[in-house]
Nanobody, 116 residues
Framework: QVQLVESGGGVVQTGGSLKLACAASGTIFPINAMGWYRQAPGKQREMVAILVTSGGNTHYLDSVKGRFAISTDNDKNTVYLQMNSLKPEDTAVYYC?????????WGQGTQVTVSS
């Protein structure tokens, strides 16, 4: 059983910053990857950032490169998404995702709203 609890969403003005956090608990080892996805109204869910634990490689959605950064605190089993220079088009529900033994698990989602 894997539980993911997200926090940090909210409303921010254009150009502002937010930091999302996702704490994992339960049978979460080994973790193959940790990441963040988002889904805006009427759109498909898309990958925002992924960190592959083997090798530490990161991958980002092109539109967030240079603005968003994914990181982890292994002691706390937590993955973060620092979001800077936010734009209205970043408005979406953000979901945490971890891959444990090739099985995906999802958080409940946290709303991020960027006002213009």
């Amino acid at each position: 059983q894997v539980q993911l609890v997200e926090s940090g969403g909210g409303v921010v003005q254009t150009g502002g910053s937010l930091k999302l956090a996702c704490a994992a608990s339960g049978t979460i080892f080994p973790i193959n990857a940790m990441g963040w996805y988002r889904q805006a109204p009427g759109k498909q869910r898309e990958m925002v950032a992924i960190l592959v634990t083997s090798g530490g490689n990161t991958h980002y959605l092109d539109s967030v490169k240079g603005r968003f950064a994914i990181s982890t605190d292994n002691d706390k089993n937590t993955v973060y998404l620092q979001m800077n220079s936010l734009k209205p088009e970043d408005t979406a529900v953000y979901y945490c995702n971890i891959i444990v033994r090739a099985n995906p698990y999802w958080g409940q989602g946290t709303q991020v709203t960027v006002s213009s």
